[in-house]
């Protein structure tokens, strides 16, 4: 059974960074895509970033492009979102996902609803 854990969430003021863990243990993940998603109040989830598990190739959304960056550590199993340049805007639950293929970085999609695991999310507040 996949357990994602992420940890790093935190409160910030605009213009800072964050960086996110999501520790995995279960499986092994080669051949799966890791990635984040936010969910902020009221709103629906949306993709944030992926990355492959094995070749490390990554998919970021066009909204935190050049903000955030997503990485993997192999040797620890796990992923890391690098959150800087923070806005309100940002302000969410960020929730790690695991999903079996590469299709989602190489067709740049993945939605929500087609993820096979989850972690429990960790706050992001990002003050004015």
């Known amino acids: 059974q996949v357990l994602l854990v992420e940890s790093g969430g935190g409160l910030v003021q605009a213009g800072g960074s964050l960086r996110l863990s999501c520790a995995a243990s279960?499986?092994?993940?080669?051949?799966?895509?890791m990635g984040w998603f936010r969910q902020a109040p009221g709103k629906e989830r949306e993709f944030v970033a992926a990355?492959?598990?094995?070749?490390?190739?990554?998919l970021t959304a066009d909204s935190v492009k050049g903000r955030f960056t997503i990485s993997r550590d192999r040797a620890k199993n796990t992923v890391y979102l690098q959150m800087n340049s923070l806005k309100p805007e940002d302000t969410a639950d960020y929730y790690c996902?695991?999903?079996?293929?590469?299709?989602?970085?190489?067709?740049?999609?993945?939605?929500?609803?087609?993820?096979?695991?989850w972690g429990q999310g960790t706050q992001v507040t990002v003050s004015s």
């Open positions: 279960g499986r092994t993940f080669s051949g799966y895509t």
């Open positions: 990355i492959t598990w094995s070749l490390g190739s990554t």
């Open positions: 996902a695991a999903k079996a293929g590469t299709a989602a970085v190489r067709l740049g999609n993945w939605s929500p609803s087609t993820s096979d695991s």
